[in-house]
């Protein structure tokens, strides 16, 4: 083992030697250590977190952002300033700009499936117009005949900025990008690439602490020019050498003096406006959030000439950005196979480049100014962007228990279930949307949790498909609850008597329930027939006593009103047994008075619409029947009564009468619980698809009183522009407490919604499945949310 003396001699035999050997030895050690150590272990760190980012789990974000956008260049820093911190200094995240012919220009996200959320905020905080879309798998990488990567870096050292973009409005880099990409043939796909993770160093903050202090830095070769500017001492440490002939005591007074001129105070320099500029643009880099990034433009074409083309287009994109102290480039743009195998491993597994001095250090607003979303309403060919917007779940929806769950809201990532509490059903449900946007799928799923429930169910369906649907739905256990009404089943006809009496009620009940069956009736022709066909007002009168004078017959059908107005015979020995004067008196003063083409006016219309239904088959054996087999105050108590009221097969017009007729012998059966206390009135739930075809004044007019029956609806339609008459819609909305609008080609749809005109003018973008939702209850003010069906 070196004892003391050893050193000493070793390090010379006067204090001056000694003195002397020591300051190169430090120097030694420091040099080595800036130019072997710090390398070096900046290397293996930078080897060691490219192994370990190989296999990290990622999740891929599709970001669309919306038609209109007028973020500034500092909101865009801001966000990446943000995004900074979601990152950490661990992780990375790929951000990129990705073409086909196919699918358009799009905007992804590769970052961290524990930070998704957290960042579906910070930019939802900045865009609140944009969509995400979390994609199920990875999006494709390089395939074509012919494929190019280029990785364009910083030429200079990373301090030296770019050109700041800062008026978006006159020069976006990123219109001119998608532009780019926008003129893609078919089977090319381009994409831009941007790997990040924060950076920092203690030379960043030495660089920026002097500029700071001093107004200026050395950042290139600092050492080196120093060595170089040093030049006297070298002469003088010459001269000493060629004098004494000892090359070691030269050596020796140059150190001595090199030393010493690092401590002799310099005049400071003085900057030109150039060189200020320089500095102050150094200074506002440094002092921003950095990014050490990666890079990378790939093109895949059919030939290579293509893919030259290709990326002169894109690489004059970024031209903009290059300023006259930094530029962007790449030199070896067609490399060989194993340098472009490694380019192809990174561009796949989204990584940084081993080593730091592979990547750019960019700031975040020069970030910023090559990623952000197109501004204002630049046009830009293939460019994939929202047209609507998603709103949240209100504070209700999220805290409520449902008893029926509708969709879900997906608002920047947050899911949310969509559905009405008990209490909200009892106020009534309204449906509007075109077709083909998801009212039946809504229905449907509705329809089936009702049924699985245990709950009350009449399904009203003019289509058919959702009928034969449900039936596919019931459980075993409510087997025997199904009553399924199809009129086109000729063989096993159902009875439905329009004109059938309770039986048992005497007196002012008899009276009471006659005259609900004749308003119901003379409702049902009021829907079917229009005014010019029946004459209108004045060929009701006829109707209403037609109708009553038929309930003194027994067994009285839809029919039989037809033959008491055709059949002069059949009509005397009806009267025989009448003894309401008021009747007797209309059919011999009024009718039996009148002349013969008087009779036929009043009568005509009555009888030919009626007289087509002898004629259809399904009706004639339904109508006919003394009797109606389904017991509709039986249903009422909690069965299942699923129409099939399909129109190509029965026709328009027979199916909108027995939807009408069924939604008539509901109403009669829910205002017969009356006779029942409020505590034995079991919940019913009707659902009615098309309800413009079926809906009566009488029947609109009993949703205020639904409620207290427990019959609760649920009706849609496509549009409120449907509707025979504006104030049926205006009561309709009086007194429904949910209403769902999916997309609709009536824009005044979502102003019975809404009320505002902004809603007004978002409403034609809303895109299939989605609707807008607007609930009230519990006391409080309306409020407007987005849904999306359970099936998507």
Request: proline share 4%; glycine share 6%; aromatic share 10%.
């Amino acid at each position: 083992m070196p004892t003391l003396d050893d050193v000493l001699n070793f390090l010379g035999h006067n204090i001056f030697d000694r003195t002397l050997s020591v300051a190169l030895l430090g120097v030694t050690v420091y040099l080595l250590y800036r130019w072997i150590f710090e390398p070096a272990h900046t290397t293996l760190k930078g080897i060691l977190s490219f192994w370990r980012l190989r296999e990290s789990p990622a999740t891929f974000l599709e970001i669309t952002p919306p038609k209109h956008s007028e973020k500034s260049q500092l909101a865009t820093q801001q966000l990446f300033t943000v995004l900074r911190q979601t990152i950490g200094r661990t992780k990375i995240a790929s951000l990129e700009i990705v073409a086909s012919r196919k699918e358009g220009v799009r905007y992804l996200i590769r970052i961290n499936p524990g930070d998704v959320t957290t960042l579906q905020r910070n930019i939802a905080s900045y865009m609140p117009e944009v969509r995400f879309r979390e994609l199920k798998d990875e999006p494709p990488t390089l395939t074509g005949n012919c494929t190019a990567i280029s990785e364009p870096k910083q030429r200079r050292h990373y301090a030296y900025p770019l050109m700041q973009n800062e008026e978006l409005d006159k020069s976006d880099v990123v219109a001119y990008i998608a532009g780019s990409m926008g003129k893609l043939r078919p089977g090319e796909t381009m994409t831009l690439q941007m790997v990040i993770t924060p950076y920092s160093s203690h030379w960043t903050s030495r660089i920026y602490n002097k500029i700071l202090n001093r107004g200026y830095a050395q950042i290139d070769g600092k050492l080196r020019q120093f060595i170089v500017q040093r030049w006297w001492v070298w002469l003088f440490a010459l001269i000493i050498g060629a004098f004494t002939n000892d090359i070691n005591l030269a050596l020796s007074w140059g150190f001595v003096f090199l030393v010493a001129s690092f401590f002799v105070k310099r005049d400071e320099p003085t900057l030109t406006p150039h060189e200020e500029e320089l500095y102050q643009g150094i200074l506002n880099k440094l002092g921003q959030p950095l990014f050490r990034t990666d890079t990378r433009i790939t093109v895949a074409a059919e030939s290579s000439q293509r893919i030259d083309q290709l990326f002169k287009g894109v690489s004059g994109s970024l031209a903009p950005l290059n300023s006259p102290f930094q530029a962007l480039g790449d030199s070896a743009l067609f490399q060989n196979k194993v340098s472009y195998r490694f380019r192809e491993f990174k561009f796949t597994r989204r990584l940084p480049s081993l080593l730091v001095t592979n990547s750019s250090i960019f700031a975040a607003s020069e970030l910023a100014s090559i990623y952000h979303f197109p501004y204002g309403t630049i046009k830009t060919e293939g460019m994939v962007r929202s047209h609507s917007r998603t709103l949240p779940a209100t504070l209700g929806m999220k805290n409520n228990k449902f008893d029926v769950v509708l969709g879900r809201n997906n608002h920047h990532g947050e899911i949310t279930p969509i559905g009405l509490t008990a209490a909200e059903r009892e106020r009534h449900v309204f449906i509007i949307g075109g077709t083909g946007n998801g009212k039946t799928t809504m229905l449907q799923y509705a329809i089936a949790q009702d049924i699985k429930n245990g709950k009350g169910v009449a399904v009203v369906d003019p289509h058919g498909d959702m009928a034969e649907t449900l039936l596919q739905h019931i459980p075993e256990k409510r087997i025997n609850d199904v009553i399924y009404f199809n009129p086109d089943d000729l063989a096993y006809p159902i009875g439905l008597n329009l004109l059938e009496l309770t039986p048992g009620l005497e007196g002012d009940e008899l009276l009471r329930e006659k005259d609900l069956v004749t308003e119901s009736v003379v409702s049902v022709f009021r829907k079917i027939f229009s005014e010019d066909d029946t004459g209108g007002h004045r060929i009701e009168y006829v109707l209403r006593n037609a109708i009553q004078t038929a309930l003194y017959v027994k067994d009285a059908t839809l029919f039989t009103v037809y033959d008491l107005l055709n059949d002069p015979v059949y009509r005397k020995q009806v009267m025989k047994d009448i003894d309401d004067k008021n009747l007797v008196n209309f059919w011999k003063q009024e009718l039996g008075k009148a002349g013969d083409m008087q009779k036929v006016k009043m009568a005509a219309g009555i009888t030919a619409k009626i007289g087509r239904f002898l004629f259809s088959a399904s009706a004639k054996r339904i109508l006919e029947q003394p009797r109606s087999t389904i017991n509709f105050d039986g249903i009422l108590d909690g069965k299942i009564l699923i129409c099939n009221f399909s129109k190509g097969l029965l026709g328009e017009d027979t199916s909108e009468l027995f939807g009408i007729a069924i939604l008539a012998k509901i109403q009669l059966a829910s205002l017969r619980r009356a006779r029942l206390k409020q505590a034995d009135r079991r919940p019913f739930y009707l659902y009615v698809d098309e309800f413009q075809k079926f809906d009566t004044p009488s029947f609109v007019q009993m949703l205020s009183e639904a409620r207290k029956y427990k019959l609760y609806l649920t009706m849609a339609e496509q549009t409120t522009s449907q509707q025979d008459e504006q104030q049926m819609v205006n009561v309709i909305l009086a007194n429904v407490g949910t209403v769902i609008c999916f997309r609709s080609g009536n824009p005044s749809d979502v102003g019975y919604i809404c009320g505002v005109r902004e809603a007004i003018y978002r409403w034609p973008s809303r895109r299939s499945y989605e609707g807008l939702g607007r609930k009230v209850g519990a006391g409080l003010a309306a409020s407007v949310s987005t849904a999306q069906d359970i099936k998507r």
